[in-house]
């Protein structure tokens, strides 16, 4: 990603946004694949009928804090994401007016 941005011509002023927007979207993807496995062990048939409460509350706390985490990220990745999106229109702009 970043690569891609800095061959783009994003300028050195913006890096700070597009670490963070790196971090935080790398985090997302490897957070939701974590979410996905989890809900399929969570809801994954056990090889005999359990009443065990104790696994699900477990099962649930893990849940939440996967979820807590996403949130996170979430909140944090909205400032860099539209300082670099803003960044990208007016530069469209820029090249219709030019092009």
């Given amino acids: 990603m ?5 061959e783009m011509g994003l300028p050195e002023e913006l890096d700070p946004e597009l670490a963070s927007l790196s971090t935080d979207l790398g985090d997302l993807w490897s957070a ?6 989890q809900l399929e062990s969570f809801l ?3 090889p005999k009928p359990l009443k065990d409460w104790r696994s699900v509350g477990d099962h649930l706390a893990d849940l939440k804090s996967s ?3 996403m949130a996170w990220h ?3 990745v909205r400032r860099p994401l539209n300082r670099i999106a803003n960044f990208a229109y007016r530069k469209a702009l820029e090249s219709d007016a030019t092009g």
């Avoid at 970043?2 to 800095?6: E, P």
């Fill in 2 to 6: 970043v690569i891609k941005f800095k």
């Fill in 32 to 37: 939701q694949h974590s979410l996905t496995a």
């Fill in 44 to 46: 994954k048939p056990p």
């Fill in 67 to 69: 979820i807590e985490h």
């Fill in 74 to 76: 979430v909140s944090s």
